[in-house]
T-cell receptor, first 111, second 111 residues
Framework: KQEVTQIPAALSVPEGENLVLNCSFTDSAIYNLQWFRQDPGKGLTSLLLIQSSQREQTSGRLNASLDKSSGRSTLYIAASQPGDSATYLC??????????FGKGTKLTVNP | SQTIHQWPATLVQPVGSPLSLECTVE??????LYWYRQAAGRGLQLLFYSVGIGQISSEVPQNLSASRPQDRQFILSSKKLLLSDSGFYLC??????????FGPGTRLLVL
């Protein structure tokens, strides 16, 4: 059974800092990994999708990496801004339609 | 571009009452559609998914059911709500790349 863990559960940083969010999964047989952000009371916004054959994806100040063999992914946020404050969720898709989610990292960027 | 709608946004229902949540997708045809629930303190849980009209797969046996009467419409229902059905219900659709995109969600409170 696939399990996804995100560490830390919460993170508070000053504006401008570069930061890394971690995601680990127990079964390396995945098709893809997706990072989302969720603002309070809102739906999920897709940030980056990494296919199992890829090592990383970049979008603006965001960079996500995938090491499938070790069951790890990181989301790097450069030059953080208060608007980046949200909960960040990692999800993996294995051999079924099911996305398995971590419980998220709640990020607070202080001005 | 594709858009996903959910309604209602918020719902307060008494225990034992029926439920109907609706999700529609615009700008794509024959999408895979998903219902997730996000309960307080827990991760997102896949409830149902559908790969076509009338085709429903259930991930978790429970008090809920789903239907797909039209290509871009996905409905989540219950005949009698339980207190434990309270949560944030999210509908999503999947691109051929595997990326899932989520609607704004419906917050359900069962009293």
């Amino acid at each position: 059974k696939q399990e996804v863990t995100q560490i830390p559960a919460a993170l508070s940083v000053p504006e401008g800092e570069n930061l890394v969010l971690n995601c680990s999964f127990t079964d390396s047989a995945i098709y893809n990994l997706q990072w989302f952000r969720q603002d309070p009371g809102k739906g999920l916004t897709s940030l980056l999708l990494i296919q199992s054959s890829q090592r990383e994806q970049t979008s603006g100040r965001l960079n996500a990496s995938l090491d499938k063999s070790s069951g790890r992914s990181t989301l790097y946020i450069a030059a953080s801004q208060p608007g980046d404050s949200a909960t960040y969720l990692c999800a993996v898709q294995g051999g079924s339609e099911k996305l398995v989610f971590g419980k998220g990292t709640k990020l607070t960027v202080n001005p | 571009s594709q858009t996903i709608h959910q309604w209602p946004a918020t719902l307060v229902q008494p225990v034992g009452s029926p439920l109907s949540l609706e999700c529609t997708v615009e700008g794509t045809s024959n999408p895979n559609l998903y219902w997730y629930r996000q309960a307080a303190g827990r991760g997102l849980q896949l409830l149902f998914y559908s790969v076509g009209i009338g085709q429903i797969s259930s991930e978790v046996p429970q008090n809920l059911s789903a239907s797909r009467p039209q290509d871009r419409q996905f409905i989540l229902s219950s005949k009698k709500l339980l207190l434990s059905d309270s949560g944030f219900y999210l509908c999503a659709w999947r691109q051929p790349t595997g990326a899932q995109y989520f609607g704004p969600g419906t917050r359900l409170l069962v009293l």
